[in-house]
């Protein structure tokens, strides 16, 4: 069915109030009868069973409680350029994971916005102009899980606020809707002390991988804790193949030994995962037979 879009004009713009039949992927128009798209109206999208959502360069507005409860909701695109974000647009929302940002040369947004509104783990595909009329993913940022507990102390009759995970940490690294990205490095030392090895892997791959802004000392800092835990990492990224070779390329040389090697290879053999058995059988031929076949002559 034809996804239908329901708008009035404002203030010169067409103004989004209603959105019939959105389907799983809903990518919203720049124009409707002849001008720009600016504004999604309060709770255009709520309820909607709606996946993924493409929406326009030309919005400025974002109305109150726009993806309300939109509990299908995994993936919105957005550009810099939609700077007003109503409060509660993406409440309900439990299932978004992705947040693909089309930046400006000057790297403000209302990212923020959305990222606050999560407590879940998202990850924030940031681009930006590549200087020849397209664009590059210069960063990949992963705002961790966090949540609030209230504890509440009954002969007192106090309620106290705990919070768990470094999520909210992460999501206040941003001043004149700008992405601090030295301020963003420097919570690493909480993840890595707080979570599992393999979500703290995770900022430091994208760290290292898609590195806008990143300064020197926290280089070091992803790289040093990516090969003290190698084994553990690549364990966990055994299901990304992609991902598994790049790091096994990068780090394997100088951290892995026999007995990690062949635990990997059983594993990998387990999975039926052939391309990555061969890529460990190799290694282990290479890194260890060799030396025992010399050592014995």
């Given at each position: 069915?034809?996804?239908?879009?329901?708008?009035?004009?404002?203030n010169g713009g067409a103004c989004v109030t209603e959105i019939?039949?959105?389907?799983?992927?809903?990518?919203?128009?720049?124009?409707?009868g002849g001008a720009c798209v600016?504004?999604?109206?309060?709770?255009?999208?709520?309820?909607?069973?709606?996946?993924?959502?493409?929406?326009?360069?030309?919005?400025?507005?974002?109305?109150?409680?726009?993806?309300?409860?939109?509990?299908?909701?995994?993936?919105?695109?957005?550009?810099?350029?939609?700077?007003?974000?109503?409060?509660?647009?993406?409440?309900?929302?439990?299932?978004?994971?992705?947040?693909?940002?089309?930046?400006?040369?000057?790297?403000?947004?209302?990212?923020?916005?959305?990222?606050?509104?999560?407590?879940?783990?998202?990850?924030?595909?940031?681009?930006?102009?590549?200087?020849?009329?397209?664009?590059?993913?210069?960063?990949?940022?992963?705002?961790?899980?966090?949540?609030?507990?209230?504890?509440?102390?009954?002969?007192?009759?106090?309620?106290?606020?705990?919070?768990?995970?470094?999520?909210?940490?992460?999501?206040?690294?941003?001043?004149?809707?700008?992405?601090?990205?030295?301020?963003?490095?420097?919570?690493?030392?909480?993840?890595?002390?707080?979570?599992?090895?393999?979500?703290?892997?995770?900022?430091?791959?994208?760290?290292?991988?898609?590195?806008?802004?990143?300064?020197?000392?926290?280089?070091?800092?992803?790289?040093?804790?990516?090969?003290?835990?190698?084994?553990?990492?690549?364990?966990?990224?055994?299901?990304?193949?992609?991902?598994?070779?790049?790091?096994?390329?990068?780090?394997?040389?100088?951290?892995?030994?026999?007995?990690?090697?062949?635990?990997?290879?059983?594993?990998?053999?387990?999975?039926?995962?052939?391309?990555?058995?061969?890529?460990?059988?190799?290694?282990?031929?290479?890194?260890?037979?060799?030396?025992?076949?010399?050592?014995?002559?």
């Amino acid at each position: 069915m034809e996804t239908k879009f329901i708008f009035t004009e404002k203030n010169g713009g067409a103004c989004v109030t209603e959105i019939l039949s959105p389907g799983a992927v809903c990518i919203v128009p720049e124009s409707l009868g002849g001008a720009c798209v600016t504004e999604i109206g309060d709770r255009c999208f709520a309820g909607s069973p709606v996946e993924e959502v493409y929406l326009p360069r030309t919005l400025k507005r974002i109305g109150r409680y726009g993806f309300y409860n939109c509990e299908h909701l995994r993936a919105i695109h957005i550009y810099a350029e939609t700077m007003e974000i109503g409060g509660g647009i993406l409440n309900g929302c439990r299932n978004v994971r992705e947040i693909f940002i089309h930046m400006s040369a000057d790297e403000k947004s209302a990212l923020r916005d959305f990222v606050t509104e999560l407590g879940e783990r998202i990850t924030v595909h940031y681009f930006l102009p590549d200087g020849n009329g397209g664009e590059r993913e210069a960063a990949r940022l992963v705002f961790p899980v966090y949540y609030d507990e209230a504890v509440e102390n009954t002969p007192a009759r106090i309620t106290v606020s705990n919070i768990h995970g470094t999520g909210q940490k992460y999501r206040y690294c941003f001043t004149d809707r700008k992405l601090r990205f030295e301020r963003y490095d420097k919570l690493f030392v909480y993840e890595k002390a707080e979570e599992p090895v393999t979500a703290a892997a995770e900022i430091a791959m994208y760290r290292l991988w898609y590195p806008h802004g990143l300064w020197e000392d926290a280089k070091k800092a992803y790289e040093d804790f990516l090969q003290q835990h190698l084994y553990e990492v690549l364990a966990g990224n055994m299901g990304k193949p992609d991902c598994f070779k790049r790091l096994f390329g990068e780090y394997a040389g100088r951290r892995l030994t026999e007995e990690e090697t062949d635990r990997l290879i059983s594993e990998a053999s387990k999975r039926k995962l052939a391309e990555i058995s061969g890529i460990l059988m190799d290694y282990k031929h290479r890194s260890f037979q060799l030396k025992k076949k010399k050592f014995e002559l």
